[in-house]
Nanobody, 125 residues
Framework: QVQLEESGGGLVQAGGSQRLSCTAS????????MGWFRQAPGKEREFVAG????????GYADSVKGRFTISRDNTKNTVYLQMNSLKPEDTAAYYC??????????????????WGQGTQVTVSS
């Protein structure tokens, strides 16, 4: 059983940066692929970024490619999402998720086994 907790959300101006963290407060994520997803009001949850359990493979949604970076520190049981050049359309609740036996990255939310509660990111124009 893995319990995930996101942090780092808040209000930021357009063009600014923010870093989200996702830490496993119970269990270990060392052998899990991890993903970040987001959901804006009235919209479906969408893939943002994913990373394999080793950190050697990453993938991004086209809308964030070149602006966001996913990384992980397995010694700290934590995954990060560095968000730069933020836009108002990035406003959403951001969720991290963990998938067992994750030797790649995965953009399908149905493949993930555990989810955090989410952290709100609001980008003002």
């Amino acid at each position: 059983q893995v319990q995930l907790e996101e942090s780092g959300g808040g209000l930021v101006q357009a063009g600014g940066s923010q870093r989200l963290s996702c830490t496993a407060s119970r269990g270990t994520i060392n052998t899990y692929a991890m993903g970040w997803f987001r959901q804006a009001p009235g919209k479906e949850r969408e893939f943002v970024a994913g990373i394999s359990w080793t950190g050697g493979t990453t993938g991004y949604a086209d809308s964030v490619k070149g602006r966001f970076t996913i990384s992980r520190d397995n010694t700290k049981n934590t995954v990060y999402l560095q968000m730069n050049s933020l836009k108002p359309e990035d406003t959403a609740a951001y969720y991290c998720a963990a998938k067992r036996a994750g030797n790649y990255y995965y953009n399908n939310p149905r493949l993930y086994d555990y989810w955090g509660q989410g952290t709100q990111v609001t980008v003002s124009s």
